[in-house]
Nanobody
């Protein structure tokens, strides 16, 4: 059974930074591409960033390129999202999930509780 636990969200002023973490209780974590997604109030969940199983390759949605960095520590079964130069439009609940590599699709059927990020202007 997959368990994903996101943490690190909070309230931050525009221009600030946050680092999100996602601890995954799943076998063979180091074999999976992982990603971050977010859901703003009243909106559908959207893809944010993905990282290959080794951490050697990444890709991002255009709106966060140059500001967000995804990374992972396979020894800790954890994936991170460093978010810099935050904007009010980054306000959302952030989730992690396995990613079908090369796509924006989540691959685990279940989701964690997410971690909320609020960026004030």
């Amino acid at each position: 059974q997959v368990q994903l636990v996101e943490s690190g969200g909070g309230l931050v002023q525009a221009g600030g930074s946050l680092r999100l973490s996602c601890a995954a209780s799943v076998r063979m974590f180091s074999s999976y591409a992982m990603g971050w997604f977010r859901q703003a109030p009243g909106e559908e969940r959207e893809f944010v960033a993905a990282i290959s199983w080794s951490g050697g390759s990444t890709y991002y949605t255009d709106s966060v390129k140059g500001r967000f960095t995804i990374s992972r520590d396979n020894a800790k079964n954890t994936v991170y999202l460093q978010m810099n130069i935050l904007k009010p439009e980054d306000t959302a609940v952030y989730y992690c999930n396995r990613v079908l590599w090369g796509t924006r699709r989540a691959d685990f059927g279940s989701w964690g509780q997410g971690t909320p990020v609020t960026v004030s202007s």
